[in-house]
């Protein structure tokens, strides 16, 4: 149980391109998502915080304009990264906590290269 | 959320058991002991996690001190597959508020099992 997927696995895009990523919980229903971005050899950084049915909350730094979050069901949340640049290319990961625990599983993760 | 220091790597036999320290000075009494661990491109794997009394479960054991200042995460027997950056965190467990307690990743240890 409490599997989060993320789709795609990996994507190469352009720059000034948009990209979506996908964060589904495909066994238990999620009010709460975060998503994390991590570049090679440093630790996972929280970029948002978003609940179902609300506004994201974002990280200090992090451009909400750039990273759009939606998080319309409580099984699906989506980042968006707006007019990617090379310096965006990152591993982007999810993670979902189920309603009323305080238990938190994370995706396989996506790896971005904007080229 | 608490801070928590751990060695930057550690090395390991296969077959040996792997002790990971981590340092949390300044926990909370509601903070809680968690420890994930992520595999190369891979998203991070919860392991354990426990308050102030020692944890066991199929993965891992937790050990806390009875200060709760620091704890050890022990791999009674490591294997090659245990290769893994491995990230001791501390938060409050309990969920209060929606969209809190969130997780924050610092450095981890990068443990190494050798053949």
């Known amino acids: 149980g409490a599997v989060v997927s993320q789709h795609p696995s990996w994507v190469i895009c352009k720059s000034g391109t948009s990209v979506k990523i996908e964060c589904r919980s495909l066994?238990?229903?999620?009010?709460?998502m975060f998503w994390y971005r991590q570049f090679p050899k440093q630790s996972l950084m929280l970029m948002a915080t978003?609940?179902?049915?609300?506004?994201?909350?974002?990280e200090q730094g992090v451009e909400k304009d750039k990273f759009l979050i939606n998080h319309a069901s409580l099984t699906l949340s989506t980042l968006t990264v707006t007019s990617a640049h090379p310096e965006d290319s990152s591993f982007y990961i999810c993670?979902?906590?189920?309603?009323?625990?305080?238990?938190?599983?994370f995706g396989p993760g996506t790896r971005l290269t904007v080229t | 959320d608490a801070k928590t220091t751990q060695p930057t790597s550690m090395d390991c036999a296969e077959g040996r058991a792997a002790n990971l320290p981590c340092n949390h000075s300044?926990?909370?009494?509601?903070?809680?002991v968690y420890w994930y661990r992520q595999i190369h491109s891979q998203g991070p794997q919860y392991i354990i996690h426990g308050l102030k009394n020692n944890e066991t479960n199929e993965m891992a054991s937790l050990i806390i001190t009875e200060d709760r200042k620091s704890s050890t995460l022990i791999l009674p027997h490591a294997t090659l597959r245990d290769t893994a950056v491995y990230y001791c965190?501390?938060?409050?467990?309990?969920?209060?508020?929606?969209?809190?307690?969130?997780?924050?990743f610092g450095q981890g240890t990068r443990l190494t099992i050798n053949p």
């Open positions: 978003s609940n179902e049915g609300s506004k994201a909350t974002y």
């Open positions: 066994d238990f229903q999620a009010t709460t």
């Open positions: 993670s979902a906590r189920p309603v009323r625990t305080g238990e938190q599983y």
């Open positions: 965190i501390v938060r409050v467990a309990r969920l209060i508020i929606q969209g809190a307690q969130k997780l924050v």
């Open positions: 300044t926990i909370s009494g509601n903070e809680y």
